[in-house]
């Protein structure tokens, strides 16, 4: 049959499975979303207030479901408001498809009205991208992208289609929704299975890696086998289910001290689908010295980009573990666990066990009304650290946070787009500082009636480059006492939203009352003192010998 081609990217689309898209009209893409309101029976169109909230919210549908995200804009503008919500999609390796409205080939080039080069500026930032040249290639460019942006190490795809492309007429026939590429395995895991009968020491070190390969089972079995703890990157939290008995927690510079320091202290490294970035290793020449690495994942790139393994496994994380089991007989490391204990104990000293309006006591709290279902979504600042502290998971894909480029203003389109994916109440943890960057998508929430409950910690100030200020720049405030005079209940109140402000845990106990039992948005302005500090904290080139674990090791 002929189709247009802005109907035949939408039966593309549907073709795909894809039920949702997030996005935002414009003029070079108006005849796409003609088609979306003649198929809107078929496939579920969500306006948002900004584009950079329909990436975000693409990328929250895609974190929490598994599958492929979907973004639209026009040219131009459009376009490159899209720019911070593929970086971040890019940086955390999550699936994402966004297609943009361009001017008519013959205009490309010219300088004309809302003209932008789109393909260009994202390169560096998505796995692949087009700029379509006929329509005739139209549906099978989607479908390539499709692939592209599932296969191997998942990640966004751009596509940009000439308005001229866009009213073409083309024959269409729909075919299958496209499978990613096989995946690959290590054919030889023979010198890595002797390290690890080997080692004494064996620590699991996972990623958001391993949750994209959906490698929960294996990791959990690969430890039991070998006697050894589990620890994970922040994107790697809610990978394995936090109560495992093994699960030491995240690892790094705001880590868990017991999972930091026994990893430091492993003479095997097994990292699945991770990488060993600065907030992790810290001063990389003082970095797991003595100990041996094996280091599996799906892209060699990331082999010795920071730290050398001693054996690089290249291959789908979940196939390389099944294939280490299979050479690996049980063992058992009474002598390390005895360690391990240890750690934890000195864990348990250090808890925060003050009373009153502590984050520790404000998180505890909201975990008592988590369903294992529930996605908790975080901006980023302290409120993200002390979420991935304190916050217990149970079941994969329920942490959703920007981990690589730390994106302020990434947690209420996420959140919008985790519940949707999801079709259950979503949480978004923000600071003032993150929920102010994009805080008009509450309006969206709002107008689709998605229920989730935004619990702002607000200080008053921005909490993580001011603890910076506080620690290594002599207490010098410089624009980070944000003196904002906003009334955040006023706010949400005007948006259509319910809101309460609470100063104290009673209130907050009345507040996720009123707000686990609303129909939709519901925001809390949590008071919270600004002087709160998040530890432990690698400092800045630092080694774990340098680890601070409390304000009481320093001049605060």
């Known amino acids: 049959m002929k189709l247009k081609g802005a109907d035949i990217i939408v039966r593309t689309l549907i073709e795909q499975n894809i039920d949702t898209v997030f996005g935002y009209p414009g003029g070079q893409i108006l005849d796409v979303y003609d088609s979306l309101y003649k198929y809107r029976d078929e496939i579920n169109h969500v306006l948002t207030m900004h584009e950079q909230g329909a990436a ?54 010219t300088d004309s009205f809302q003209e932008i080069d789109i393909t260009g500026i994202t390169l560096p930032i998505t796995k692949h991208n087009y700029i379509v040249g006929s329509v005739e290639s139209l549906a099978d460019t989607i479908r390539e992208a499709f692939c592209i942006a599932q296969s191997g190490r998942p990640g966004p795809v751009l596509i940009d289609v000439p308005k001229d492309i866009q009213v073409a007429m083309c024959d269409y026939e729909p075919k299958e929704p496209v499978v990613p590429a096989e995946k690959l395995v290590c054919k030889d895991v023979s010198a890595a299975v002797d390290c690890i009968k080997e080692s004494k020491r064996p620590f699991i070190y996972y990623g958001g890696g391993a ?3 959906g490698a929960e089972k294996e990791i959990l079995e690969l430890a039991e086998r070998i006697d050894a703890p589990i620890g994970c990157s922040l994107m790697g939290i809610s990978g394995v289910p936090g109560s495992h008995s093994r699960f030491l927690g995240m690892q790094g510079m705001h880590g868990h001290y017991a999972s930091s320091v026994s990893m430091q202290h492993a003479d095997c490294i097994i990292a699945l689908g991770v990488r060993f970035n600065d907030r992790v290793t810290g001063n990389v020449g003082k970095f797991a010295t003595r100990t041996s690495i094996i280091h599996v994942d799906v892209d060699s790139a990331e082999f010795s980009k920071t730290v050398r393994p001693t054996y690089a496994l290249k291959g789908d994380v979940k196939m390389v573990v099944q294939a280490l089991l299979d050479k690996l007989e049980k063992k058992s490391c009474p002598e390390w666990w005895k360690k391990i204990k240890r750690n934890l104990e000195k ?27 529930t996605p908790v979504v975080t901006d980023v600042g302290q409120h993200q650290m002390w979420t991935a502290q304190y916050v217990q998971f149970e079941k994969t894909r329920r942490f959703i946070t920007s981990g690589g480029l730390g994106t302020m203003g990434f947690g209420i389109g996420a959140a919008i787009g985790a519940q949707m994916g999801t079709s259950t109440r979503a949480v978004l943890v923000t600071g003032d500082g993150s929920f102010s960057m994009c805080m008009q998508e509450l309006a969206t929430a709002v107008s689709n009636r998605v229920p989730v409950v935004i619990l702002m910690m607000n200080n008053g100030v921005l909490g993580m480059v001011r603890q910076w200020q506080t620690l290594f720049f002599d207490k010098h405030y410089s624009n980070t006492e944000l003196n904002r005079t906003i ?41 919270v003192d600004k002087n709160e500090l998040v530890f432990p904290m690698l400092p800045p080139g630092g080694s774990m010998d340098d680890l601070i674990t409390g304000a009481g090791e320093l001049d605060v």
């Not at 979907?70 to 498809?97: E, F, H, K, Q, R």
């Not at 808890?351 to 502590?358: E, F, L, N, Q, S």
């Open 56 to 109: 975000h919210a693409a990328d929250g549908y895609a974190r929490a479901t598994g599958r492929v995200g979907v973004v639209m804009a026009t040219s131009g503008p459009g376009a490159t408001n899209l720019v911070t919500g593929i970086a971040t999609a890019y940086l955390d390796s999550v699936p994402m498809v966004a297609i943009c409205g361009n001017v008519p080939s013959d205009q490309l080039g």
């Open 211 to 213: 949750i994209a390969a």
């Open 347 to 373: 864990q348990n000293q250090q808890a925060d066990m003050r009373p009153g309006m502590t984050p520790c006591n404000i998180l505890t709290m909201l975990g008592t009304y988590l369903k294992p279902d």
């Open 487 to 527: 009334d955040y209940v006023a706010f949400a109140r005007a948006l259509g939203a319910e809101g309460m402000r609470v100063q104290n845990l009673q209130e907050l106990q009345m507040a996720f009352d009123k707000a686990f039992s609303s129909s939709g948005p519901f925001l809390i302005d949590c008071l």
